[in-house]
Each structure stands twice: as C-alpha cells, then as structure tokens.
T-cell receptor
Framework: NAGVTQTPKFRILKIGQSMTLQCAQD?????MYWYRQDPGMGLKLIYY???????DKGEVPNGYNVSRSTTEDFPLRLELAAPSQTSVYFC?????????????FGDGTRLSIL | RKEVEQDPGPFNVPEGATVAFNCTYS??????FFWYRQDCRKEPKLLMS???SGNEDGRFTAQLNRASQYISLLIRDSKLSDSATYLC????????????FGKGTMLLVSP
C-alpha cells in the first residue's frame, strides 16, 4: 500500500537554486494538497488541486508553483530558493467532493536552504 | 479569535490517566471536524472524525459543541504510545473547502 509518496525525503539547497518536490498517490484521489510546517507551527496550505489541470492558491503560495497534469502526480516547484522556505513539506490527498473526507499525508520532505 | 486554537501543552500525564484536550474554532459555518495525531518528525495521521452527536473509538471520545464552537478529545487509560501532538482540524466553510490545522497539543505519557 504505497498511498502518498514524496521524494526526496531530505534536501539541502543553496539560496537561489531551484528544485521540484515530487508527490504521487495511487489511491485515485482527485484532491491533492501541499503544506509546509515550520517548527512549532501548524500546517500552512501552499497550493491545492481539485483534479487534473486545476490548481488553486492556498494560504502561503508565494515563491512556489505547482502543476497537475495527471490525477496521480502533484509536483511542487521552488524557483528561487530562499532561507524562509526552510521547512518540512507535506503532500496530502483526499477523495473528496465534500471536505468531510480525511486527507492522507505523505511522510514529508525536509528542506533546508542555506 | 484565531481560526483554530489549541493549548500547545505539553500535557504530562502518567500511564492510565484520563486526559482531555479542547479546541476552539472561529467560523460558525464550519461543518467538518477532525482530530489528527502527529508523532515527532512524522506526518499527521487521522485519529478520528468528530460528529455532531459525539463519537467514540476505543479509548478515544470526541465531542462537538457548535453553540460554543469547540471540539474536545478525551483519552482514557493513557498509554505510553499515546505520546504525540494532537491536531485539531476544521474545514474553513460549509460545503467543500480546504482544512485549517491547529498548531497542536502535545501529550507526554510517562511510566
């Protein structure tokens, strides 16, 4: 049971570098989400998608981009890494036309920008 | 009032104790409520949904008070393995909407 798979698990970037965080789910969920969690803080929604070809901004989208070309994949791109983007990033998915369906999380990507 | 507010704790309890957490939310239109559990440096995992009539899952009981806009989680007979951070989660609005996660309440169960 793969569920939600995130790669890489850890990454160190230099300021100004770019990278893509990968997220894939095999549960045929139509909704997918990207969150960041800073130490001692709650999860903040970066972007979400309600289906292939559709994405929307969350609470903290600046500095990030996403795409959703397939149901399974929802990559998150950082174009110009900044120290403020040091965080743990979680991808999640849900089968939800209604938000009473729970979200299933990947095990996170720990990103440090130096 | 913050969208979702929780006492960060930590709550330090001995094994076998009963412990309760509360969470308040600001949007009276919210319809969906959850408790998630997050272990240190791990991903959040759904513990239980919270239903209007209250619901129980083994040692865990969740209650919803719409009038006062709070939800609660009661853990009976605490185990060492219950040590974690418990996240209160609420949807932003009625119908489909994104979820708002509280910062969590840390529980430490000691022998």
């Amino acid at each position: 049971n793969a569920g939600v798979t995130q790669t890489p698990k850890f990454r160190i970037l230099k300021i100004g570098q770019s990278m893509t965080l990968q997220c894939a789910q095999d549960m045929n969920h139509n909704y997918m989400y990207w969150y960041r969690q800073d130490p001692g803080m709650g999860l903040k929604l970066i972007y979400y998608s309600v289906g292939a070809g559709i994405t929307d901004k969350g609470e903290v989208p600046n500095g990030y981009n996403v795409s959703r070309s397939t149901t399974e994949d929802f990559p998150l791109r950082l174009e110009l890494a900044a120290p403020s983007q040091t965080s743990v990033y979680f991808c999640a998915s849900s089968y939800a036309e209604y938000s009473n369906q729970p979200q299933h999380f990947g095990d996170g990507t720990r990103l440090s920008i130096l | 009032r913050k969208e979702v507010e929780q006492d960060p704790g930590p709550f330090n309890v001995p094994e076998g104790a009963t412990v309760a957490f509360n969470c308040t939310y600001s949007n009276s239109a919210s319809q969906s409520f959850f408790w998630y559990r997050q272990d240190c440096r791990k991903e959040p995992k759904l513990l239980m949904s919270v239903y209007s009539s209250g619901n129980e899952d083994g040692r865990f009981t969740a209650q919803l008070n719409r009038a006062s806009q709070y939800i609660s989680l009661l853990i009976r007979d605490s185990k060492l393995s219950d040590s974690a951070t418990y996240l209160c989660v609420v949807n932003k609005d009625s119908g489909y909407s994104t979820l708002t996660f509280g910062k969590g309440t840390m529980l430490l169960v000691s022998p």
